[in-house]
């Protein structure tokens, strides 16, 4: 039996797995020291916790302990990539290669770059929501010193050809940063195959902690170096200075281990129920999907509503159910969404639109009640505006 609200909103936030709660528990209490502290027993503990994280954090993308950075989320290590590489290789040239859909903490952030003197080229998508590879190769210009795309979207969930973008970056001598948030812990990510030079990631979208995440930054072939972005101590080899939140460094290496060794059948459970939600909804007329059928995520779909506006269908399901109709750090804004309206939507079909996210606590029972109380909430919708279900005048 559940309990309502039901929560279909993973893509914003997940609930903490309470075996990576338990895990960090004792970092809190018995183990708080600063990993800082090299002159006694506190210290060395939580130095010692932090590096075994690090490395098994390392090896879940492939990548080398001394490889990654911790921050704060994934905002932060978006930010200290570009802004990094901007100032460290400024000399080499100050244009950018991003994507329209691209997060927001990716976008301002090249905002940022432009307002310091930078160019940036925000290359247009499909209407799957696909980058063009040829658009991506036509922006490269001698003063390129990045690229800019994310692996999966936050919104519709559209998976970017990561490896063939990685190949025609190295190609060209060019930095890829990848904005990894959505994709990390829910389908295999490795750095090395997919030729990434700097990836962030974060341990709330994969049921961890808030307030932890990390930034992969290549040490070899080629070694990538940044400008530092908060000052003071030193820390994470310079990168990034601040006491590290060693609960949380846990607690992400915990929420790692724990999709490590589930994702096979997360996956396959999650898709499962996915499929079921997105054959249930679409059976109601007048709705459609929208971005690549087959190149997303396996827990995220974003579906089109004819003549109802989603935040009306949201505010009628509010009581039974946690969705969204974009991302939760733009939520509260009016206008459409920039990701749909990109991939070619009107701004009507855009606000018409919903995005639901699941994750690996949602359960069958779940997504039929969601589906159940969609179709009868859209039904009275439409009713109100002079139509039933499918679409015929009273």
Not at 318 to 338: L, R, V
């Amino acid at each position: 039996m559940f309990t309502t609200p039901v929560y279909l909103d993973n893509n914003a936030t997940t609930a903490t797995d309470p075996r990576v709660v338990e895990c960090m528990l004792p970092y809190f209490t018995k183990f708080f020291g600063n990993p800082a502290s090299r002159h006694h027993a506190f210290g060395w503990e939580a130095a010692e916790a932090v590096d075994i994280a690090r490395m098994q954090i390392a090896h879940t993308i492939g990548a080398e302990q001394k490889e990654i950075i911790f921050t704060s989320g994934a905002t932060e290590s978006n930010n200290l990539a570009i802004k990094g590489v901007f100032e460290m290789y400024a000399h080499k040239g100050q244009h950018i290669i991003t994507c329209c859909t691209e997060h927001k903490a990716v976008l301002d952030t090249c905002k940022s770059v432009e307002k310091k003197g930078g160019t940036v080229t925000y290359l247009p998508v499909k209407t799957d929501g696909l980058v063009d590879l040829n658009d991506l190769e036509k922006a490269i210009q001698p003063t390129t010193i990045l690229i800019a795309i994310m692996y999966a979207n936050n919104e519709t969930g559209v998976i970017q050809p990561i490896a063939e973008i990685g190949e025609i970056a190295k190609k060209h001598g060019i930095l890829f940063f990848c904005d990894g948030a959505q994709a990390v812990g829910k389908i295999p990510v490795n750095v090395m195959n997919d030729h990434i030079d700097l990836l962030s990631f974060t341990a709330h979208k994969i049921n961890g902690p808030k307030g932890i995440g990390a930034l992969f930054v290549r040490r070899k072939n080629p070694r990538v170096t940044l400008a530092e972005q908060i000052n003071g101590g030193g820390h994470e080899r310079g990168i990034r200075s601040g006491t590290l939140n060693v609960p949380g460094i846990v607690g992400f290496e915990k929420a790692l281990e724990l999709y490590r060794f589930e994702m096979k059948e997360n996956t396959q459970r999650i898709t499962y129920l996915k499929n079921k939600l997105e054959t249930g909804i679409c059976k109601i007329p007048g709705t459609r999907i929208n971005g690549h059928i087959q190149h997303r995520l396996p827990n995220t779909t974003n579906i089109q509503f004819d003549d109802i506006k989603g935040e009306r269908l949201m505010t009628a399901l509010i009581q039974d159910m946690a969705i969204s109709a974009g991302a939760a750090c733009t939520s509260a804004s009016p206008g459409p969404s920039h990701v749909l309206t990109a991939m070619g939507l009107s701004d009507e079909e855009a606000h018409a639109s919903l995005r639901f996210s699941l994750g690996k606590f949602t359960t069958e029972e779940e997504i039929d009640f969601a589906i159940s109380r969609i179709t009868e909430e859209t039904q009275k919708l439409r009713m109100g505006l002079g139509k039933n279900v499918a679409g015929i005048q009273y």
